[in-house]
């Protein structure tokens, strides 16, 4: 079947695409000797778990569900954060999980006793915001839960901990470049610096743009070798948007045209149930062969079927007028919109399909009416 042909609408997962981005990051890896792992909560799509697991080293989860769908379906090396973790999860995690990070001490010292065979981590926050335009993703902002401050670090760790505490994790980017990793990197040596000669590991977190085009992956590699050689660490990344940036679509069907001092396009994709980011980011997504408002001859405002005013994913030009049953193509859409989707306003899931390498499209998910109904009672 060919993209064109699938009812919508419909998650389309580009696995050229993502191949290509999984290649980058295996050479990072290869270049470096560090490791990298897919942080599931921004692409979750276990189809693709065994093609993934062919180029880099594991996954990485946000608590027990993701960390049961990483074991499960991926089976390689298996990490875990949480800001707090329940007792019957951590007895679960520490079954499956070979690292698990903890976000204050006071959970470290609730869970040590239960993670015998599970290498342990500490959050920690190196002070140093980076994104400015981004506060939402800011650990670092003044007042942050995410992560232990040096001077509470200072306070609360005691040379016993080396026996058990094996790493130190930050995760303070948001689609940066290595830039401000280099940067972030100056604040943890300069912070926690004495500490890493003692450790076993350090996790740089998620947030590293490492396959954008502009990306710069000698600067990446370079902040790698240093901390390695210099304080002897297995060093760790967890990416998520980095592993299915651009490898993805949400197909869309123009239901109806609506003027009303601006010409709206009502469409069977919704921005509040299948693009939250753009609404809570927010952010304008890119759509394939449009332009900015006025930049082509017809300029439409993109919106949906659901009951909410402001669902409303943005402004967009055309060469050509849309009609009805028109069909339009959201780009960018694998990452952080699977795994936020809802059914809102009993608005129906878009299927997700795979489209290989020839073009060729396969459904491999689809939803109905009863998974509406199986989560509400
Ligand atoms: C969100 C998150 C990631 C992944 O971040 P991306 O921006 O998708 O690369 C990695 N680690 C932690 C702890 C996170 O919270």
Known sequence: MRIEELKTPCYVIDEKQLKKNLSILQKVEKDTGCKILLAQKAFSCFYEYPLIGQYISGTTASGL???????????????????????????ELVKICDHMVFNSFSQLEKYKNFCK???????????????GDHAIYDPCAKGSRLGVTIAHFKEQFTDEMYDYVDGLHFHT????????????????????????YKMKWLNFGGGHHITRADYDIGLLEKCILHMKEKYDLDIYLEPGEAIALN???????????????IQTLILDASAACH????????????LRS?????????????????????DIIGDYSFDEEKKVDDRLYFEDMAIYSMVKNNTFNGIPLPDIAVMDE????????????????????
């Open 117 to 131: 065979e599970t290498s342990v981590g500490i959050r920690i926050n190196p002070e140093c915001s980076t994104q």
């Open 275 to 286: 693009m939250p980011d753009v609404l809570e980011m927010p952010y304008r997504p890119p």
């Open 247 to 261: 490898a993805g679509y949400l197909a869309t069907t123009v239901m109806d045209v609506v003027d009303n001092d």
């Open 173 to 196: 980017l948001c689609e940066q470049n290595a830039d401000d990793l280099a940067k972030t990197l100056e604040a943890v040596e300069e912070k926690f610096g004495s500490y890493l």
């Open 65 to 91: 569900f993701e960390a049961r769908l990483g074991k499960e379906e991926m089976g390689k090396e298996n990490h875990v954060f949480a800001p707090a973790y329940k007792e019957e999860d951590v007895k």
């Open 358 to 377: 020839s073009g060729e499209c396969k459904v491999i998910r689809s939803f109905s009416y009863e998974d509406f109904k199986g989560r509400l009672s």
């Open 290 to 310: 449009s332009g900015m408002p006025e930049e082509k001859k017809y300029t439409y405002r993109l919106s949906s079927y659901t009951c909410l005013a402001g």
